[in-house]
């Protein structure tokens, strides 16, 4: 299986920062990433498919960059509602699998 | 609006099969350009894909659960299915179908859990 690895596991940020995350493929992916916000007791939100494309109704401070292994979520600007945790999610092969996220919260 | 929301039984004894429905509504589960898919997150984890099916039976699954899946669609129903059979505690978890479109899921249900206990 296709190992995925964030970094950081969690992150301290206020309102207005701007947040960088990082997601590592154990192998070449190429662009089959996609990145999902998720809030408690919720089910998770797709921001960006396909390593770079910003989802339908998505707001745009979010962007996503990367090939191959390493790859990059990009909040410009964060916002209350950014408080959540992000997974990223490789669909290059089978078994699709999930990296073990990272948590912004609120410094 | 496509919207999908996952039914079936909260608590599964050990050794059963645990049974769960995703039923699609504000479009059809068998339009051609979807697959339909499960995933699953055991309290406090993160997310296991479990597979996805095609209208058509045509599936892919997660080798890790060795076998112990079987999905299944229902064109007349409108509504797709999974069973997970010999359940164990560590099947506990909260349940999402959602919709595949190409090499991602977009669109999700708000998740159902399912305990495994005795």
């Known amino acids: 299986d296709i190992q995925m690895t964030h970094s950081p596991s969690s992150l301290s940020a206020s309102v207005g920062d701007r947040v960088t995350i990082t997601c590592r493929a154990s192998?070449?992916?190429?662009?089959?990433l996609n990145w999902y916000q998720q809030k408690p007791g919720k089910a998770p939100k797709l921001l960006i498919h396909?390593?770079?494309s910003l989802q339908s109704g998505v707001p745009s401070r979010f962007s996503g960059s990367g090939s191959g292994t390493d790859f990059t979520l990009t909040i410009s600007s964060l916002q209350p509602e950014d408080f959540a945790t992000y997974y990223c999610?490789?669909?290059?092969?089978?078994?699709?699998?999930f990296g073990q996220g990272t948590k912004v919260d609120i410094k | 609006q496509l919207q999908l929301q996952e039914s079936g039984p909260g608590l599964v004894k050990p050794s059963e099969t645990l049974s769960l429905t995703c039923t699609v509504s504000?479009?059809?589960?068998?339009?051609?350009?979807?697959?339909w898919a499960w995933i699953r997150q055991p309290p406090g984890k993160g997310l296991e894909w479990i597979g996805s099916?095609?209208?058509?039976?045509?599936?892919y699954d997660n080798p890790s659960l060795k076998s112990r899946v079987t999905m299944s669609v229902d064109t007349s129903k409108n509504h797709f299915s999974l069973k997970l059979n010999s359940v164990t505690a560590a099947d506990t978890a909260v349940y999402f179908c959602?919709?595949?479109?190409?090499?991602?899921?977009?669109?999700w249900g708000k998740g159902t859990t399912v305990i495994v206990s005795s």
């Open positions: 959602a919709r595949r479109l190409g090499y991602r899921m977009d669109v």
């Open positions: 504000g479009g059809s589960v068998s339009n051609t350009n979807y697959y």
């Open positions: 099916i095609y209208y058509s039976g045509s599936t």
């Open positions: 192998q070449t992916i190429y662009t089959y």
């Open positions: 396909s390593a770079s």
């Open positions: 999610q490789q669909s290059h092969n089978i078994p699709w699998t």
